[in-house]
């Protein structure tokens, strides 16, 4: 079984940076052919896709967030994480990771595993 889980501050004050990690266990970020991705829900909102890096290393960034963002991972733990350089009270939602298996709707990727998410709040 796949499990992801996410981590990080729950709160975050305006303007500061935002870096949130994923720890993933039952498969190897490595593996062929997945991609690991970020996507978040604004309270009252739709989800939102953010980024995903590939089990190769490459990523990809929702052009809204790619001036501000960078995905990572550190293989030797099994995480990938994201980076953003700074927030906003708009940034308050539940983060989530999740694994992107190939399934499709459309262009819309459906995951197969998700972790629960985490909420983070920005405010002062």
């Known amino acids: 079984q796949v499990q992801l889980q996410e981590s990080g501050p729950g709160l975050v004050k305006p303007s500061q940076p935002l870096s949130l990690t994923c720890t993933v266990s039952g498969d190897s970020i490595t593996a062929r052919l997945y991609a690991w991705s970020w996507i978040r829900q604004p309270p009252g909102r739709a989800l939102e896709w953010m980024g995903s890096i590939d089990y190769d290393g490459t990523i990809y960034y929702s052009p809204s967030l790619e001036s501000r963002t960078s995905i990572s991972r550190d293989t030797s733990k099994n995480q990938f994480s994201i980076h953003l350089r700074s927030v906003a009270p708009e940034d308050t939602a539940v983060y989530y990771c999740?694994?992107?298996?190939?399934?499709?709707?459309?262009?819309?990727?459906?995951?197969?595993?998700w972790g629960q998410g985490t909420q983070v709040t920005v405010s002062s």
């Open positions: 999740a694994r992107d298996g190939g399934k499709r709707s459309g262009w819309n990727p459906l995951y197969d595993y």
